[in-house]
């Protein structure tokens, strides 16, 4: 059984930081390319990064410069660090996971067969 449990979300002022994290059970997290993905309300889901080990990772052009993802294997955990938030970042974020495919960059939501619940991030003015 595969779970994706995300946490760090909560409230913040434009211009702070937030780290989330996704802990992941039930795979082999090595061969699993990790990714985030958000939801504002009336929007369609959007993706944020992915990444694969070692060392492989593709970031959204709308939050490049500012956040980084991150995994840590031995903790089977995803991370993604959020700086210099903005309103327009105020969703729900979502981990996802996917077996590793040679030669793809999986951005896009019916690429993944695992999701996490959600964490919500919301950014005042």
């Known amino acids: 059984q595969v779970q994706l449990v995300e946490s760090g979300g909560g409230l913040v002022q434009a211009g702070g930081s937030l780290r989330l994290s996704c802990a992941a059970s039930g795979l082999t997290f090595s061969v699993y390319t990790m990714a985030w993905f958000r939801q504002a309300p009336g929007k369609e889901r959007e993706f944020v990064a992915c990444?694969?080990?070692?060392?492989?990772?593709t970031i959204s052009d709308s939050v490049k410069g500012r956040f980084t993802i991150s995994r840590d294997n031995a903790k089977n955990t995803v991370y993604l660090q959020m700086n210099s938030l903005k309103p327009e970042d105020t969703a729900v974020y979502y981990c996802a996971a996917t077996p590793v495919a040679a030669g793809l960059l999986p951005i896009s939501v019916r690429q993944y067969n695992y999701w996490g619940q959600g964490t919500q991030v919301s950014v005042s003015s």
């Open positions: 990444n694969t080990w070692p060392g492989g990772s």
